[in-house]
Each structure stands twice: as structure tokens, then as C-alpha cells.
């Protein structure tokens, strides 16, 4: 549905958006459509030689997702668009860079997948087993079925949707012929401007979400580092394992002071700032020290498997565990209350209780998205490895490869700043005369004089003019 639909599209938006000439805009799709369709033996060799075609499907498919993401920004942003010029061809520069290499990955990554996709469904039949091997004869047809029936949809639905209806939001407001203007079926303007802005602000929370997935790592696997696999004894004291993550609450109880009493009035008399550094700033932080705490945590992991695997064994001690815990807990400590304030200060009068229970969200999804990752980790990693194990399996810390996990964690929070930081960037704050300071000490007594002296105004416009015709009167009167 998704690819036939774009395919149908396409010509009219490197038209309309692009300024192409109708030829390039006709060769440009004709192009990318026979390079597609090619590169469907890229992801045929790779799923034959390489990967399996279950792999391949999932390494294209994402190169797909990838590319329909870059081409969506490249569709929404104008900054990354051409300004007319009558010419063939009027993009240029980065605008002209992303845009060919977000229209080739799509190409690739579509390929791919088409290539290895119909062999994959045919491999679930045995062909040994005749009841299997009749049901594998009319596989194709049913696939082809599909193809056909999600083109349909595509070149229908969607696309009437897309050109006719489309999504955004004014319409919601407009009160159909011969219909009464009911509660539940025409919404005000207020109310659709204001979820306009929670929309904006919909990025700055799916930004998040992987740094609460790092932490889901914290409260399970490092946990059972501090249980099994490494030294609690203090002194005279065997330490609980699962009272390790006192070490963050720890940073964070002394660190929120430190940041109120000394961090802010410093930084405010350097960026004029109330809060010392704007909230998407705070945000920005954490996700930073979020990486580094995944990166020192793989770190940590990698010493203590070559302790355990050293003849005789050696542990480590439980305390190495409070670098990575307290690097987290100071990122924690400035991403949640940067969250929170954001939120708050940036929804609508009548949404804010709402606003700031999407930090909750970012929450929640941080933690499935950890288990997601796991499985698709071991799921991977136990087909394409050498040793034919996956990272993250077995009975005992010491025959995983944890450490490679917390690394990929690391890498994927660094992409995942570089994302927040653009939509950071492209985010505009509410006005500083619609803060919420203003709202709550000033709103009141603004809206007591904007109300006085409207009701003032024609009492003073009738003195006035009484004034100007006794002034008249007089000056008559002495002529």
C-alpha cells in the first residue's frame, strides 16, 4: 500500500515541491522505479549468500523506514525545499543531497525486501510433506493476491485521502453545510490549535523514549551483575543487590540542590534565563550523559567478563557499578524536571495535567522498546555470529556479551541526540508573554485592567468630545 501509493504520488510532488519540469519529474520516478526494481537481486544475492532472507528482510525494511522518514522531514521542512527558478531542475546543495539519497535508499531498501520477502513466505512450506508441498503451489497466488489488494488500497484510499481529504488538523473546525455546529463533531479553533501543540511537541517526546530504554538496562541487567557475578562485601556489611540503585538516588538528592542553588543563579546571570538554561537545553543534557552512561556501563561489563574469566576467577568490586549509575542519575536528574517543566510550560491553559503525563509515556515506551530490543538482539545475533550464541543468553552473566549490548545502546542514544537536536532547533517556545508566570501573578490583574479600561474607554470618548464642544461653545461665545 505505502510504496505503491508513494509511487503514484511521486511524479506530482517532484512537480509541485521540487520544481521539476514535467520530463525530469517523469524521468526522475522512471529512474528510481527501474533501480528499484533492480536492486531486488541486491537483496536476493545478500539473502542467498550472506544473510538469511529473514535477516535481509529485516536490514532492507529498515533502510526502507530510514528512507521514507529522511524523504517525509525533506516533504514537511521548508528550508530543505527549492524555490522555483524555471529551470529542469531546481534543487541544489544538502536540499539536492538528501533528497536523491533518501529517493536511492528507498530504492534499496524496497529492493531488498522484494527480493528476499516471496522466498522467505515459501520457505515456511516442507515440500517433503504433500499436504505442505500442495499448499506451497498456490502460495504464490496468495502472495500476488496480497500485492494486488494492497496496490488497490494504495492507489484508492490512500491516495484519495492524501489528495483530497489529507490529515493536519484545520478542518476539524469547519462546520459542514446544513449541519449544526455540535460539540462532538465541529471543534473550535482554541481547540485544535491546541493540539497543534501538542503535536510539536510529539518529537521532543519520541526523543526520550530510548534514553528510558537505557535505563530499563540499569534495573534488570546490571542488577544481576551486582547479584551473582561480583563482590558485595563491604566491610562487614554483604551489600543487597537490588539496593544499587540507591547510588543514583543518591547523586540526585544531593545534585538537585547543588543545580537550584548554585547551577542556576550562576547560569541565569550569564543567559538572563529564570531557569538558568532553557528546558529543551536540560533535555539536550541528559540525553548526552544518558550515552556516556550506556558507554562506561559497557566498560565496566567488559572488566569484570575478563575478571571472571581470568584462571582463577576474580570479582570485582559492586561499586564499579556507581559510575555508570551515577552518570545516568545526573542525566535523570536534568532530562525528567526539563520534561516536566517543558511540558507544563508549553501546553495549552486547559491540557497541561495532560501534557505532562506524556513524560510518564516516554516511560513506558522506553521499557517495552527495551524488550523488544533484547529479543531482536538475540534473535540476530544468535544467526549472523560465529559462535551461533546470542549476545544475551545462558544462565550466567559470563558467557554474554552484555558489554556489546550497552555499546549499541550508546550508539544508537548518540543518532538519537543528533535527531533531538533537530527537532529542538525547529521548536519555537509559546511567547515569553504567555508564560506561565505570567498566566498565574499577572494574567489576573492584566485582565482586571484590559477590562477597566475598556470600560472606561467610552466614558472617556464622550468627556472628550463633551470637552471639545464646550470648548466650541466658548470660543463662539467670545467671537
Not at 518529537?203 to 557475578?229: E, H, K
Not at 529542538?424 to 504567555?434: F, G, I, R
Request: aromatic letters at 12%; one cysteine or more; a neutral charge.
Amino acid at each position: 500500500m505505502g510504496f505503491v501509493a508513494n509511487m503514484v504520488s511521486l511524479f506530482l510532488y517532484f512537480m509541485s515541491v521540487m520544481f521539476f519540469q514535467y520530463h525530469t519529474a517523469a524521468n526522475t520516478l522512471t529512474n528510481f522505479m527501474g533501480t528499484t526494481f533492480l536492486l531486488s537481486l541486491v537483496g536476493g544475492f545478500i539473502s542467498d549468500t550472506f544473510l538469511s532472507r529473514f535477516t535481509t528482510c529485516l536490514v532492507f525494511g529498515s533502510l526502507e523506514i530510514l528512507a521514507l522518514a529522511l524523504m517525509t522531514i525533506q516533504a514537511a521542512t521548508h528550508h530543505l525545499q527549492p524555490e522555483f527558478c524555471g529551470k529542469s531542475s531546481c534543487v541544489q546543495g544538502g536540499a539536492k543531497f538528501m533528497f536523491y539519497f533518501s529517493l536511492y535508499l528507498l530504492a534499496l531498501g524496497s529492493g531488498g525486501v522484494r527480493g528476499s520477502l516471496a522466498p522467505l513466505g515459501a520457505d515456511q512450506f516442507d515440500r517433503r510433506d504433500p499436504k505442505e508441498a500442495k499448499a506451497l503451489a498456490t502460495f504464490f497466488n496468495w502472495f500476488l493476491l496480497s500485492v494486488t489488494i494492497g496496490a488497490s488500497v494504495g492507489v484508492t484510499a490512500i491516495v484519495y485521502y492524501s489528495t483530497t481529504i489529507s490529515w493536519l488538523l484545520d478542518k476539524a473546525a469547519i462546520v459542514p453545510q446544513n449541519s449544526e455546529p455540535n460539540p462532538w463533531e465541529v471543534c473550535t479553533v482554541t481547540q485544535v490549535e491546541e493540539v497543534k501543540v501538542l503535536t510539536r511537541m510529539l518529537p521532543i517526546l519520541a526523543s526520550t523514549i530510548l534514553m528510558n530504554t537505557c535505563m530499563a538496562q540499569l534495573q534488570t541487567f546490571s542488577v544481576q551483575q551486582g547479584a551473582t557475578v561480583m563482590d558485595r562485601q563491604m566491610g562487614s556489611i554483604k551489600i543487597p543487590a537490588p539496593s544499587v540503585p540507591i547510588i543514583p538516588l543518591a547523586f540526585m538528592s544531593v545534585l538537585i540542590v547543588i543545580y537550584e542553588y548554585l547551577f542556576v543563579p550562576f547560569a541565569r546571570k550569564i543567559t538572563k534565563h529564570p531557569s538558568g538554561i532553557t528546558q529543551l537545553q536540560r533535555v539536550g543534557v541528559g540525553l548526552v550523559l544518558s550515552a556516556v552512561s550506556m558507554a562506561v556501563a559497557g566498560l565496566v561489563e567488559l572488566k569484570r567478563r575478563n575478571e571472571a574469566h581470568k584462571t582463577p576467577p576474580n570479582t570485582i568490586s559492586i561499586f564499579w557499578l556507581s559510575f555508570q549509575y551515577g552518570i545516568f542519575g545526573i542525566a535523570d536528574m536534568f532530562t525528567l524536571v526539563g520534561l516536566l517543566e517543558f511540558f507544563y510550560r508549553e501546553a495549552p491553559a486547559g491540557m497541561k495535567s495532560l501534557s505532562t503525563s506524556f513524560t510518564w509515556l516516554a516511560l513506558s515506551f522506553g521499557y517495552f522498546l527495551s524488550t523488544i530490543f533484547v529479543d531482536i538482539i538475540n534473535a540476530v545475533t544468535k544467526r549472523v555470529t560465529p559462535s551461533r550464541k546470542a549476545w544475551l543468553s545462558g544462565l550466567s552473566l559470563n558467557d554474554s556479551k552484555l558489554h556489546l549490548f550497552y555499546w549499541f545502546l550508546a550508539i544508537l542514544s548518540c543518532l538519537n541526540f543528533l535527531l533531538y537536536v533537530w527537532s529542538a532547533v525547529s521548536y519555537k517556545y509559546k511567547s515569553e508573554e504567555k508564560t506561565d508566570f505570567g498566566e498565574l501573578s499577572g494574567g489576573a490583574e492584566r485582565e482586571t485592567t484590559d477590562n477597566t479600561q475598556n470600560s472606561l474607554a467610552p466614558m472617556l470618548a464622550s468627556l472628550a468630545t463633551a470637552g471639545s464642544e464646550q470648548t466650541t461653545e466658548g470660543e463662539n461665545e467670545n467671537k
